[in-house]
């Protein structure tokens, strides 16, 4: 009946397209490089607000260049508006800097291995949101693939805290800058993951040009922000590039194309997809690190490497069945 058709836009397919398969793919090998990449290849002297905006830049130019390759640039001047801008693109992205400042108090005020296991909560808020505003259900196997998934996320944040040594001080400082924060911010990254999917599904809009209103709306906001920060001391002291050589701009487009590559898949396999992309690359980092650094594994990782490969078979085998009574 024609009647379910619009539903059935809302609900992801059961088998993601080998074109989905292929930016999942190459995000989760971007996503677990970009930390050695930028490690070898950016310098501590250098700017972090500084390398953000120009990734920020870079990503908007691949952006529209891809627009301008796919035909959808020159549908721009007509169908452009202010009001859907800032409704598809504005308030994911200011959610998105309010997340990230969040996340930057919790940092200071928890110590590592706290702050990576409830930071992986957000694959959980994800799925509830997705559910709130799309209606996309998830089956009894898809939950529980959803919690393999935050134990193998938990279990790497362990292997990888673990080393790491533990703040101490006040528990009312601690709990209230340091847990309510990371929780709220968990919260606001699925709110912000679900509007996203929202946006480019339901009201199609290109992931493309999301990512250039996002990266305008966060780059305006990390402007003003160094008015006051330590970096925009900084860039005043030192300049905008202090610190910067030919081979740092290798980390920033690298980055920049991850950007890009997060909007697609969330445009095309939703974010609770994107969850698995994003627990699957902390293998690759760790894999790259033994390759590069001769780093082993931790037993942590090897434990969590096979919860990963289940809980993605397990979600992608088991989808959601719509009943009649439903349709």
Known sequence: MPATKPKAST??????????????????????????????????????????????????????????????????????????????????????????????????????????????????????????????????????????????????????GSSKGSSSGDPEQILFYGIVPVLVASVLSGLAS??????????????????VEMSIVGSLCLLASTSKSPDGEAIRRHGFFYGWTPLTLIPVVANSLGGILVGLVTSLAGGVRKGFVIVSALLVTAMLQFLFEGKPPSVYCLVALPLVISSISIYQKYPYQVKKKEA
């Open 11 to 160: 609900q992801n397919t059961a088998k993601m397209s080998p074109r989905v398969w292929f930016y999942s793919i190459l995000l989760t090998l971007q996503y677990g490089a970009q930390p050695l990449i930028s490690k070898r290849f950016t310098k501590r002297q250098v700017i972090v607000t500084s390398s953000v905006l120009t990734c920020e830049i870079a990503k908007v130019a691949c952006a529209l260049i891809l627009m301008a390759k796919d035909g959808s640039l020159k549908k721009l001047a007509k169908e452009w508006t202010l009001m859907g801008s800032l409704t598809a693109s504005g308030l994911p992205a200011a959610i998105y800097a309010l997340q990230n400042s969040l996340l930057q108090i919790s940092y200071r005020n928890l110590d590592s291995l706290t702050f990576s296991m409830l930071n992986q909560t957000k694959i959980f808020f994800t799925a509830l949101f997705t559910y709130i505003i799309l209606r996309q259900r998830q089956s009894i196997q898809q939950i529980g693939a959803l919690f393999l998934l935050i134990m193998a996320a938990i279990l790497l944040s362990i292997g990888e």
């Open 194 to 211: 679900a509007l996203c999917q929202w946006a480019s599904q339901v009201k199609k809009r290109s992931s493309y040009l999301m990512t």
